[in-house]
């Protein structure tokens, strides 16, 4: 009988690799941010005053997606590379989790305002349909771009030593970690938010979001969308009661998910997928045949 492994993808993509695409995304990220922590005065002559909206910015954000670009160029070439941005544009999922992302997650927003008591201070912050626009535009290149390194790199290699609950919690500590810097600068939104109940936050947006990626079999796009909902300009700010709310989500959501946030067996490990909607096994050693194969084999 030949065998036919699924294993394409960790003979490129190894666990391991998680080092240097940690010591990148830490360094990329880290290093803008301390020059303009230490060196304010010279940094802000030579480049201007540092904004969550600052060309530097989006480099420092950008680091874990070209981080895992680096990697998987490295190790997969080009064709590796593209397999790899083929889950960017998966969009199957469960209408729950569509409901979750359009419907739910903005309530969370909408229902930590009402809880803080600004609901209605500052209903709609834009003077024209153009600033919206541009808000919007912003926020959908920023963080959501984060998502090719955190969930299309980090979170399948986590997965083949952690159960899924496991796993994103790990990748919700780095997560929120890696954030630090932003709450040390004048000027970035971060820097007028709590960082304990934000770290807070991302760990039960890890899960949460650990459980979408499962559940669309390794999509970056969900992933970015759900990001990109953190962040949209139009949702009123809720910190911190956003985040009292987000962590009884997360709860929720792995009691609904508890048959496979506790198990690996379902747990999307495919960096580069084999071929469209590939899942690869969360044991090296393991070998799935194919549908194909097996017919093909039966005839020999």
């Not at 303009?36 to 680091?63: Q, S």
């Not at 419907?103 to 912050?125: H, Q, R």
């Not at 999509?219 to 300009?233: G, K, R, V, Y």
Request: hydrophobic share 55%; charged share 10%; aromatic share 16%.
């Amino acid at each position: 009988m030949k065998k036919i492994s699924s294993l394409a993808d960790q003979h490129h993509i190894s666990f391991l690799s998680l080092i240097p695409f940690l010591l990148i995304t830490f360094a990329l990220a880290w290093g803008i941010l301390a020059l303009f922590i230490f060196l304010p005065d010279p940094m802000a002559t030579i480049f201007g005053r540092l904004t969550g909206n600052h060309p530097l910015f989006f480099l420092a954000v950008y680091a874990p997606a070209i981080a895992a670009f680096i990697i998987i160029i490295y190790q997969a070439g080009v064709s590796g590379l593209r397999r790899y941005l083929s889950r960017a544009f998966r969009w199957r999922c469960s209408s729950g989790w569509y409901a979750f992302l359009i419907i739910g997650l903005p309530m969370v927003f909408y229902a930590g305002a009402a809880w803080k008591g600004t609901l209605w201070s500052n209903p709609f912050p834009f003077s024209s349909l153009q600033t919206l626009l541009i808000a919007l535009f912003l926020a959908a290149i920023k963080g959501p771009v984060e998502e090719f390194g955190w969930r299309g790199l980090a979170l399948p290699l986590l997965q083949r030593k952690f159960v899924p609950i496991m796993a994103g919690l790990v990748l919700g500590v780095i997560w929120g970690f890696w954030h630090l810097p932003a709450f040390l600068l004048s000027g970035t939104q971060q820097s007028e938010w709590s960082f304990f109940a934000f770290f807070a936050g991302v760990i039960s947006l890890s899960i949460i979001v650990t459980a979408l990626f499962n559940a669309s079999r390794g999509s970056i796009l969900l992933s970015a969308f759900f990001h990109f909902n953190l962040m949209n300009p139009v949702f009123p700010d809720a910190q911190p009661y956003d985040t009292y709310i987000l962590i009884g989500v997360a709860v929720i959501v792995v009691w609904l998910n508890r048959k496979v946030m506790f198990t690996r067996a379902g747990a999307f490990t495919a960096v580069i997928p084999k071929d469209e909607g590939s899942m690869v096994s969360h044991n090296p050693e393991k070998i799935i045949v194919s549908k194909a194969a097996l017919c093909s084999a039966g005839k020999e």
